[in-house]
């Protein structure tokens, strides 16, 4: 199992001093790096406690797990945000593809309100023969709570006195609506450390008692993950450390060359929702005091015929990263006997084609001086999703003392909950209902009839 990280392409040396990255700027943080790394060693058991999550212990998560996947066909996740797109990231990467319809249970997300999703997932499954696991750290996400009480509706009307069997929580263990629901009606809960936001949570039993269901190696996961932990507190050197190397290129290409977006473009459809998760990771973290760096998500080589003219040619304000996978497990070649016209492709396999057109992208970014930084795999496998993961949890812990700011808080996501709660008309806020009307003004329309 091996993850390599490619950065040539951002140094100076590569594609310039105006958007490149010196050698000497990037060893000038060795102080920073070296005080840094002993913070991180500290707060591993207070703000970094995501740290800690690889060493779990998780024999029993594992029998429940057993146990649910062999009860049910059909899992549905109950969630928003870092409360399911971690499941979401680990079923897509580590089971979709090889989904096939007899593998069981089928797996499905409400993280949305939206009704046409609700009645499509409903219209699958057999209310019979599924497990809901509502998943919130606050137990209180409008969305999610709002999804619970349909299905909680349907459980009861459908299954009578068995309706709790059907469920598990996970939750905070300390407080919340779903822990009081949960335990007033006997519902089994699976707890979300207190000290563990969302979006570093899904190596929590947020992420891997999803993953465990649907027959994923959750061990495999968390070995990686411990792995990649080993390395990022053995290496105080910028150089071999690979999630402050990761930290502080994009720091160095957000602050000092202008590079405000930071595009992810995995050459592989299995990893396209490791971007979404990434996400809101980056953005929720760091995207702080007029801070940041916007999180894009692209796909290669399907965003080729879509961005590149952009990326290359556009705004110079762009760090990419790109996701190359070296293995897959099948491959398709190209046969002899196709027409003379197109016969240069004959011989090549689709993999072959996906990781030259990588380089060709490359190649054309160097030549416009693009900065981007490759991160290789030698296959999908849960230890390197799992090395993946830790890898940027720590970049982003990182990053917070790089940008000054906390990387675990999220305030300004609170404001807008607040306005629909106060739209909703729930108790105590009525004064953001005054301060909503105050502010949102429908004043210049056109429309279209
Ligand atoms: O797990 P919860 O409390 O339902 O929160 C879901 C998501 O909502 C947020 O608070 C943002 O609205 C995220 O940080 C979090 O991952």
């Known amino acids: 199992m091996v993850i390599r990280i490619d950065y040539t392409n951002v140094m100076a040396e590569t594609i310039g001093e105006r958007d490149g ?33 690889p060493y779990q212990d998780t024999q029993e998560i594992k029998e429940f797990a057993k146990e649910i996947s062999e009860r049910f066909d059909y899992f549905v996740l109950i969630g928003i945000g870092g409360s399911s797109l971690g499941a979401q990231m680990l079923f897509e990467s580590l089971k979709s593809i090889n989904h096939n319809i007899y593998d069981r249970p089928k797996f499905f997300i409400m993280d949305n309100v939206d009704p046409d999703k609700f009645s499509s997932i409903l219209e699958i499954i057999d209310i019979e023969k599924t497990c809901f696991n509502v998943v919130s750290k606050s137990g209180s996400t409008v969305e999610t709570i709002a999804n619970f009480a349909i299905v909680l ?51 929590s039993p947020v992420g891997i008692f999803p993953a465990a269901v649907l027959g994923i190696d959750i061990d495999q996961l968390l070995e990686g993950a411990k792995k990649m932990d080993l390395v990022c507190s053995i290496e105080e050197h910028v150089e071999h450390n690979p999630a402050y190397l990761i930290a502080i290129t994009h720091y160095i290409a957000n602050m000092r ?46 965003d080729q015929h879509s961005q590149i003219q952009l990326y290359r040619d556009g705004l110079r304000d762009k760090i990419i990263t790109f996701i190359q996978v070296e293995r897959r497990a099948e491959d398709f070649k190209i ?106 003004k429908e004043k210049y329309k056109i429309e279209i009839q």
Not at 273 to 293: I, N, P, T
Not at 351 to 365: F, M, Q, R
Not at 397 to 412: T, V
């Open 153 to 203: 509706d349907i459980l009861k009307k459908r299954l009578g006195e068995r309706w709790n069997e059907h469920l598990v929580f996970t939750t905070d263990p300390e407080k919340g609506f779903l822990k009081r629901f949960g335990e007033e009606n006997n519902i089994k809960i699976l707890h979300v450390p207190p000290k563990v936001g969302g979006r570093f949570s899904v190596l």
């Open 257 to 302: 060359r202008g590079k405000t977006i930071s595009v992810m473009m995995p050459y592989s459809e299995k990893l396209s929702s490791f971007v979404d998760w990434y996400r809101q990771l980056w953005a929720e973290s760091l995207g702080k005091d007029g801070l940041g760096q916007t999180p894009v998500k692209a796909l290669g080589t399907v």
């Open 21 to 53: 990255i010196l050698r000497e700027e990037l060893l000038s943080f060795r102080h920073f790096v070296i005080e840094t790394h002993a913070r991180i060693q500290k707060e591993k058991e207070r703000k970094f406690y995501f740290a800690k999550l």
């Open 335 to 440: 046969p002899d006997e196709i027409p003379e016209d197109i016969h240069y492709l004959s011989g090549h396999t689709l993999h072959e084609i996906l990781n030259k057109e990588l380089l060709g992208t490359k190649a054309a970014l160097i030549k416009s001086k693009v900065p981007n930084i490759t991160i290789s795999m030698d296959k999908i496998s849960p230890y390197n999703i799992g090395m993946l993961i830790y890898l940027y949890e720590m970049a982003t812990g990182f990053s917070g003392y790089l940008y000054k700011i906390n990387p675990f808080d999220q305030p300004a996501v609170e404001e807008g909950k607040n306005f629909t709660y106060a739209l909703m008309g729930r108790e105590g806020y009525s004064q953001k209902l005054e301060e909503f009307e105050e502010l949102y």
